[in-house]
């Protein structure tokens, strides 16, 4: 008798030994994932651009005008966390953009007198591109307010068509020209995820002057004196880190 009451007590013991360490795993609290902005990313965006320009042509004539289109396209950084709220980081973006603005303009012949012929002036910007530093700070570990700035390219399709006053018929000498210049902007980001962020954004893309800008045809060849290209971009875009 005395060997199965043992036998019993030993039984019961390991049993409850087994519970209490069920529970002691089940009420082990799960630590929360932290969130690190460190690392590198690739992603997307899409939005709205608009442009301010001004061209002065041939015979001095200045004219104002804006276009506005859309802009999408990837980025890809890599951004460092430290101190420990703040951020440093750089972005490359290249985007294909649907910029284009068709108004009157003139060209003027010298060696007809100084004929002056009505024309349709165009400019396409159809792809921007940046490279940025980043600056930010970090608010509730998820969260990322953040400025950029740094180096912005354009490809400029150019054209002015007209009745060429000799031959009679239509000519629209035309250029193709990468403009460079200079970015600034700023966004806030959300990371949604562990491995993915949403973010909202302003850029402005400045392109200076440029001039003398020569388009030419098979026909006849047309002097831009100068043409001066500002572009403003938001943005809402997705990012992979990794």
Known sequence: MLKYLCGAAVLALSVTTASAADLALKAAPVAPVSFTWTGCYVGGHLGGVVSDDRTISSIGTTVDFSSSGFVGGGQIGCNYQFAPNWLVGAEGRAAWSSLSNHHAGSVRFPALGNLIVPSQFGLENDFLASATARLGYVY?????????????????????????????????????????????????????????????????????????????????????????????????????HF
């Open 140 to 240: 509730a570990e998820r969260w990322l307010l953040y400025v950029r700035g740094g180096t912005a390219w354009t490809r400029e399709k150019i054209d002015d068509a007209f009745i060429a006053p000799v031959a009679g018929v239509l000519t629209d000498p035309g250029a193709t020209v990468t403009r460079t210049g200079w970015t600034a902007g700023a966004g806030v980001e959300w990371a949604f995820a562990q491995h993915w962020s949403a973010n909202v954004e302003y850029n402005y893309h400045d392109f200076g002057t440029k001039g003398p800008i020569l388009l030419t045809s098979p026909v006849n060849s047309v002097t831009v004196s100068n043409l001066k290209d500002t572009i403003h971009a938001g943005t809402v875009g997705v990012n992979y």
